[in-house]
């Protein structure tokens, strides 16, 4: 069974708070990915991660902070965020990533919901 | 580049019928994969079904099948005996070659009718 799981389900903020989405996954991959999705758009890669160490930031402004503590654990740090900001923000794992996406089946976790104020 | 093209942004099917879902592409690599993710309103992308360039069968998994016409560029979805718990966002999505990261299509929301 595939499974990423992503907490909270649901985040509201402000401009000037600090916050953190967490995504764990429990299949031995060594990639993991953070998306941006905006309503009835798809997917946005924000950021990779492989073997633990940031392979691709797709220019995300500097108020996005990945880290990735272990093998198992992705965490999105955020501050100062703006309204524009406001979006679904999915997790995904791969078993690997080797710079193309040819082979790797990127699973997704049920993402958090965030809204900034 | 690839890109991925979604001709149909709604479709509408009864419940136990079967329905294609099209996803035309347009790469200049030898090598990619496709694939398909169901979207619930709940939001958890969930992968469906893969088919890699060189795979000379259409892939299947249960009830989804994709129909591969490498010549046509095009890696429809098929559905078949629609339930009701199959509406949802379907992307279409490309990886390999010369890029780096997944290309999405726009979407078709599915509407499965009682």
């Known amino acids: 069974d595939t499974e990423v799981t992503q907490t909270p389900k649901h985040l509201v903020m402000g401009m000037t708070n600090k916050k953190s989405l967490k995504c764990e996954q429990h299949?031995?991959?060594?990639?993991m990915y953070w998306y941006k999705q905006k309503a009835k758009k798809p997917p946005e890669l924000m950021f990779v991660y492989s073997y633990e160490k940031l392979s691709i930031n797709e220019s995300v402004p500097s108020r996005f902070s990945p880290e990735c503590p272990n093998s198992s654990l992705l965490n999105l740090h955020l501050h100062a965020l703006q309204p524009e900001d406001s979006a679904l923000y999915l997790c995904a794992s791969s078993q690997a990533y080797s710079g193309t996406a040819l082979q790797e089946t990127q699973y997704f976790g049920p993402g958090t919901r965030l809204l900034v104020l | 580049a690839q890109k991925i093209t979604q001709t149909q942004p709604g479709m509408f099917v009864q419940e136990k019928e079967a329905v294609t879902l099209d996803c035309t592409y347009d790469t200049s690599d030898p090598s990619y994969g496709l694939f398909w993710y169901k979207q619930p309103s709940s939001g958890e992308m969930i992968f469906l079904i893969y088919?890699?360039?060189?795979?000379?069968q259409n892939a299947t998994e249960g009830r989804y099948s994709l129909n591969f016409q490498k010549a046509r560029k095009s890696a429809n979805l098929v559905i078949s005996a629609s339930q009701l718990g199959d509406s949802a966002m379907y992307f279409c999505a490309m990886g390999g070659g010369s890029n780096y990261k997944l290309t999405f299509g726009k979407g078709t929301l599915l509407t499965v009718n009682p």
């Open positions: 299949m031995g991959h060594r990639a």
């Open positions: 088919q890699g360039s060189y795979d000379q």
